[in-house]
C-alpha cells in the first residue's frame, strides 16, 4: 500500500514568516499534485509535478518534487493570512491511468496578522 | 461554469434511516469519486466510477453503495447510516484516476 506522510500536520505562524511542508513516501509516484482546501470547501488544486527534481513556482509558493519522485515540499515566502488552510500532496499513477489518488492526511497552516 | 455540485450541504439524520447524497458534474468527466474526510484520517475513497455503470470500492467501502446510470451523476447511498459515517463527504470527478480532482463542496453528515 502506498502512503504520502506530511509534516508538520499543524502549524502556526506570524505573517511574514516562511514555512515549508513535506510530503514523503517510500514509493515512487509518476505525478505529485498538492491541494489547498479552505473551511466550507473542497480540495482545490494548485499545482502537478510530473519530473523528479521538477520545481513549480506559483507566485510565493515554490513546489519541488524530489530527484528519485519519492516525496516534495511546498514552500511558502512571506506567509499571509490567505495562505490559511489545509494543505494535502496526492501521488498519481499517471495522468491517463485510473488508479486512485493517494492522498496525505494534510498539512493545516494557520497564518496569524 | 465548470463544476462539482452534491447535496445536501448538510445533513443531520438518525441510524438506520436510509438517505442519499447526490453529486454532479458538468466537464464530462469519465472518473468520478466519493471521499470522506475525518479528523487525523485524512481523505480516504469510499468508492469510484471509471465510466457509466463501471463502479469499484476504495479504501473505506463498508456501509455505502454507489450507481454510475450516467456520466454527470454519481449518487452515494447510505441504506443503514450509523453514527460511525458522522464525516465530511466530498464527491469528485476527474479525467481518470490520477489527473486533476474537481472537487465539490462537501457533505456535513451527521447521523446519531
Known amino acids: 500500500t502506498q502512503l504520502l506522510e506530511q509534516s508538520p500536520q499543524f502549524l502556526s505562524i506570524q505573517e511574514g514568516e516562511n514555512l515549508t511542508v513535506y510530503c514523503n513516501s517510500s514509493s515512487v509516484f509518476s505525478s505529485l499534485q498538492w491541494y489547498r482546501q479552505e473551511p466550507g470547501e473542497g480540495p482545490v488544486l494548485l499545482v502537478t509535478v510530473v519530473t523528479g527534481g521538477e520545481v513549480k513556482k506559483l507566485k510565493r509558493l515554490t513546489f519541488q518534487f524530489g530527484d528519485a519522485r519519492k516525496d516534495s515540499s511546498l514552500h511558502i515566502t512571506a506567509a499571509q493570512p490567505g495562505d490559511t488552510g489545509l494543505y494535502l500532496c496526492a501521488g498519481g499513477g499517471g495522468y491517463s491511468g485510473n488508479t486512485p489518488l493517494v492522498f496525505g492526511k494534510g498539512t493545516r497552516l494557520s497564518v496569524i496578522a | ?112
Open chain 2, 1 to 112: 461554469e465548470a463544476q462539482v455540485t452534491q447535496n445536501p450541504r448538510y445533513l443531520i439524520t438518525v441510524t438506520g434511516k436510509k438517505l442519499t447524497v447526490t453529486c454532479s458534474q458538468n466537464m464530462n468527466h469519465e472518473y468520478m469519486s466519493w471521499y470522506r474526510q475525518d479528523p487525523g484520517l485524512g481523505l480516504r475513497q469510499i468508492y469510484y466510477s471509471m465510466n457509466v455503470e463501471v463502479t469499484d470500492k476504495g479504501d473505506v467501502p463498508e456501509g455505502y453503495k454507489v450507481s454510475r446510470k450516467e456520466k454527470r451523476n454519481f449518487p452515494l447511498i447510505l441504506e443503514s447510516p450509523s453514527p460511525n459515517q458522522t464525516s465530511l463527504y466530498f464527491c469528485a470527478s476527474s479525467l481518470g484516476g490520477g489527473a486533476t480532482q474537481y472537487f465539490g463542496p462537501g457533505t456535513r453528515l451527521t447521523v446519531l
